[in-house]
């Protein structure tokens, strides 16, 4: 059973920046991928953006050039540096985990608003 915890949520205004980090624990085995989704309000969760342990990225068009993913396989860590944010980006944002079972954490919420 693998646990994730994100942090780094809060509110932040329109062009600011925040950085999320996710921790793993409870893995026998390395993590493969891991990544980040978001969703608002009334809406699906979508993926924002992925990493491969051997450090190969993927990102939604909506936040390529504003988000960078990155990782610390020893530290079975992931993390999510947001610039210029906007307020469509508020959302609850998820760190999963990609394997022979999917794991989720319980989210953290990022509010853009002045």
């Known amino acids: 059973q693998v646990q994730l915890v994100e942090s780094g949520g809060g509110l932040v205004q329109p062009g600011g920046s925040l950085r999320l980090s996710c921790a793993a624990s409870?893995?026998?085995?390395?993590?493969?991928?891991m990544g980040w989704y978001r969703q608002a309000p009334g809406k699906q969760r979508d993926l924002v953006a992925l990493?491969?342990?051997?450090?190969?990225?993927n990102y939604a068009d909506s936040v390529k050039g504003r988000f960078t993913i990155s990782r610390d396989n020893a530290r079975n860590m992931v993390y999510l540096q947001m610039n210029s944010l906007k307020p469509e980006d508020t959302a609850v944002y998820y760190c999963?985990?990609?394997?022979?079972?999917?794991?989720w954490g319980q989210g953290t919420q990022v509010t853009v608003s002045s």
């Open positions: 409870g893995s026998r085995f390395s993590i493969d991928t």
């Open positions: 990493i491969t342990r051997s450090g190969t990225t």
């Open positions: 999963k985990t990609w394997g022979a079972v999917d794991y």
